[in-house]
Structures are given as C-alpha cells and as structure tokens.
C-alpha cells in the first residue's frame, strides 16, 4: 500500500510539474518586465524634469546680479 501512494503522489506531483514551471516562468518573465519598465520610465522622467529644472535654474540666474 504504501508503495503504491508514493506512485500516486510522484505521478500528481509530476503532472503538477509543467503548470508550476509556466506560472514561474510567466511570472517571473512579467516581474523581469516590469522592473525593465520602471527603469526606462525613471529614466525619460529625470531627463525630462533634469531639461526643466536647468532650464529654471539658469533662467533665474539670468536675472540676479553676482
């Protein structure tokens, strides 16, 4: 008997085993994507806001004496 459930557990474990590895694989793929993303969107936001505070920054200074 007990040989016999230790079949059936690696025979449902196996058939597990393909939908476990395409959630992982998917998800992880879909993190890696994100993060991916974030970095891309970061970074056309610093070099739209750093174009504007320069802008600002020299603006002002065109105006005060030193």
Same mark, same amino acid.
């Given at each position: 008997m007990e040989l016999y459930l230790s079949k059936v557990e690696t025979k449902f474990l196996k058939s597990l085993e393909p939908l476990i &590895?395409?959630?992982g694989f998917v998800s992880s793929f879909g993190l890696s994507l994100l993060?991916?993303?974030y970095f891309i969107i970061q970074g056309k936001l610093n070099n739209l806001t750093k &174009?504007?505070?320069?802008y600002i920054?020299?603006?002002?200074l065109k105006f005060h004496n030193f």
């Open positions: &590895g395409s959630i993060i991916l993303y &174009g504007k505070v320069d920054i020299i603006n002002k």
